[in-house]
């Protein structure tokens, strides 16, 4: 479509000899900078009428009826010195950006006084032709059963959110509901001329139960009367559709592999990181009878605090974690009854905002203050496996459920072999002002502390903590990608993703490789700061993929084995650095954000690296302390489960070096080992060290009427 319009497409790097492209160019003839094709659509009635070719204010080409392509996108939108109350509830709703659209600008129609001036969007469900996904009509007789009621009860989801905002009407209009494989997008966000209740939406849902799979038809029906009963609350809604999602995705296969890497980077001289798995708790997981939580459970953490304190606190909250949701499970799996989302997300709520306040109690112990307090991101992924009966002779223990936990900047992506979706919203001063409603995200990036953060684990007590926790269902196979900033930074997961992740779906490229070239790609394109990279390759198949022969693979790839890994001499020469880098002081600004104001400080303990007993000591007391936590505590109180109590892993053994079939066979092997500097854990568990926080991971003061509490 863009190869037939005849004006240039500008490249965005405004130094630039010459930036006029042709389009069709994916780079710049000139500077070689990769060319952004950015397609926004146009909000209103006067946008439908602009014909087709037309070019709007020398910048805005009209693609289709609404779908507009910028081809000067390093410059500015328009933007009104006053932002107007009717794109308010776009702000508001940014943490829901997986699903909703953001503002980009304004547009005059004309030159003239008395032109209409339309309102643009951008993360809009656009592909990369200028085209439409298609509506949820369109797309709802040709999937499958469980993705019908996972589109249904992701609708369900967004109906609380976006009734608070008053645009629940942007559910009600099919044409206005896109989905792009798994995902619900809204095009738009609508007001309507009523308030709608869920019997509206119980009366659009009817239209599309004529058309839904046998296997749900009538069971989405029944729910569809419960919509228009007033009697039916939304709790018992969720309730019953959330019995019928589990039910039908826990009849799909569903294959984990595993595979995390840490590295120091280039520049840096001591590794803050700390993610799990990698390969040592491969090794201690198959000698240990009592941890059982590869593959259910992934996670990064990038500390702050600098050298000791964020290395500390990172390694502390991985070790912390591992125990309480080791319980957590063991929990789960002598449970006759589904656990409902809402308990899963209390349950995690609590169990975060306590390793919470084990990190702060050892700050406090060690007389911290301020810019001395130690904390650490978290991205944590936890897929639970929760026994849904299929039917009495066939119980399953794979409800396909996966639970995200998200504190600070470090991110988690879902790629699948056509798209890549972020599922994450950082936790910094650029997410708060658009959340807050004071300005549009591109314009927050031209602050120097956009990417502050305003959350971490461990800075305050746990009373000022919002963890983010959110519940997806695996229905489709793809990766499952956790990283610190180190490679998130400059969005190079987005701009990287197509090169890495088909080609491991493809079974072209080992799971292992694909995670060394991430992080290859991060010391060479980032640099700056530590990386920690943790991938999932979620099959919808029971049997174990066999790779391609390596011999025309697209990468190289490394042999995977479960035990150990031996290092890519990239990482391994990281590894060996030595020395400091001399620690980025902190402004008063961002002591007050970070950390509650307080007297001086008394003189604080020296600084002192963890030893063994540190991680074990701090969650042996935060069990023996956490008495009144509710039902998880009753888990933590319990005696560690046999083996045969948690549910096998829905993944097949991985083999041991000797029986890799080829260097580019695929298994669930972890990967670069921890560096010198890393507290070993009890039981020999290795775990690898953090990155020291930058500059800019530190935010501004927090506006008094900020009603999101920072914790970092």
Request: net charge negative; glycine share 6%.
């Amino acid at each position: 479509m863009i190869s037939s319009f005849s004006e240039p497409i500008y490249c965005p790097n405004l130094s630039c000899p010459d930036p006029r492209n042709t389009f069709g160019r994916q780079h710049c003839a000139a500077c070689e900078t990769d060319l952004i094709y950015r397609y926004v659509w146009v909000v209103g009635q006067a946008a439908e009428e602009v014909p087709t070719g037309k070019v709007i204010a020398d910048r805005y080409f009209v693609i289709a009826p609404q779908i507009w392509l910028d081809s000067r996108p390093a410059l500015p939108p328009s933007v009104p010195e006053q932002l107007p109350d009717t794109i308010m509830p776009y702000l508001h709703l940014y943490p829901q950006r997986l699903h909703t659209p953001e503002v980009y600008g304004y547009c005059a129609l004309g030159e003239a006084p008395e032109a209409a001036e339309v309102l643009l969007l951008e993360n809009v469900p656009i592909n990369n032709f200028g085209s439409l996904y298609p509506s949820i009509l369109q797309a709802w007789s040709g999937t499958t059963a469980a993705r019908q009621v996972y589109w249904l009860w992701q609708m369900l989801q967004l109906w609380t959110p976006l009734s608070e905002q008053g645009v629940a009407s942007s559910l009600l209009v099919p044409e206005n509901l896109r989905v792009e494989g798994w995902r619900v997008r809204l095009l738009e966000l609508h007001r309507g001329n009523f308030v709608p209740t869920l019997r509206d939406l119980g009366d659009v849902w009817s239209g599309l139960v004529e058309s839904a799979q046998p296997e749900v038809q009538s069971k989405l029906g029944e729910i569809c009367q419960f919509m228009r009963r007033s009697s039916m609350n939304f709790d018992a809604i969720a309730l019953e559709l959330n019995d019928l999602l589990l039910e039908q995705a826990t009849q799909l296969p569903l294959h984990l592999e595993v595979v995390g890497m840490t590295d120091t980077g280039p520049q840096r001289s001591q590794n803050e990181d700390s993610c799990y798995p990698v390969a040592a708790d491969f090794q201690f997981s198959k000698t240990s009878v009592g941890e059982k939580l590869i593959p259910y459970l992934t996670m990064v953490c990038d500390g702050v605090g600098g050298h000791e304190g964020g290395e500390v606190a990172s390694q502390l909250a991985v070790q912390s974690l591992k125990a309480l949701i080791q319980n957590l499970l063991a929990e789960i799996a002598q449970q006759e009854e589904l656990m409902t989302p809402t308990m899963v997300i209390k349950q995690l709520e609590e169990i975060v905002r306590v390793v919470n306040n084990v990190i702060s109690a050892q700050n406090n112990e060690q007389g911290k203050e301020l810019r001395q307090r130690m904390g650490t991101t978290l991205v944590m992924a936890l897929q639970l496996p929760q026994k849904v009966k299929i039917s009495e002779d066939l119980p399953s223990n794979n409800s396909h459920e996966l639970y995200l936990v998200n504190v600070g900047d470090s991110r988690a992506y879902w790629i699948g072999k056509n798209y890549c979706h972020r599922l994450t919203v950082d936790d910094d001063v650029a997410s708060r002002e658009v959340q807050l409603g004071h300005c549009l995200y591109w314009e927050t990036q031209l602050r120097s502390d956009a990417g502050a953060l305003t959350q971490a684990l461990g800075t305050r007590d746990a009373d000022f903590l919002r963890p983010t926790i959110q519940r997806f269902i695996i229905e489709e196979e793809g990766l499952l990608l956790l990283c610190s900033d180190g490679l998130s930074d400059n969005d190079w997961v987005e701009k990287s993703w197509e090169n890495y992740g088909p080609e491991v779906l493809e079974g072209k490229m080992s799971l292992e490789a694909a995670v060394q070239s991430w992080i290859r790609l991060a010391n060479e394109k980032n640099g700056y700061d530590n990386t920690s990279v943790v991938a999932t390759h979620c099959r919808m198949s029971p049997e174990r993929l066999v790779l391609f022969d390596p011999a025309v693979a697209s990468a190289p790839a490394s042999a995977p084995v479960s035990a150990s890994v031996s290092l890519p001499p990239s990482l391994a020469a990281s590894l060996q650095k030595s020395g400091r880098i001399p620690e980025s002081p902190l402004s008063e600004s961002s002591k007050q954000l970070l950390y509650p104001e307080t007297s001086p400080a008394p003189e604080p303990v020296q600084k002192r690296r963890s030893k063994l007993p540190l991680p074990l000591l701090a969650v042996l007391g935060l069990i023996l302390a956490g008495g009144g936590l509710g039902l998880w505590v009753q888990s933590l109180q319990s005696p560690q489960p046999e083996p045969a109590q948690v549910p096998p892993p829905p993944e097949t053994p991985a083999p041991i070096p000797s029986e890799t079939p080829s260097p580019g066979a695929e298994s669930p092997s972890p990967s670069p080992e921890s560096t010198p500097a890393e507290i070993p854990p009890p039981d020999a568990e290795s775990v690898s060290p953090s990155p020291e926080s930058t500059p800019a991971e530190i935010p501004p003061p927090q506006e008094a009427e900020t009603p999101l509490p920072s914790a970092e």
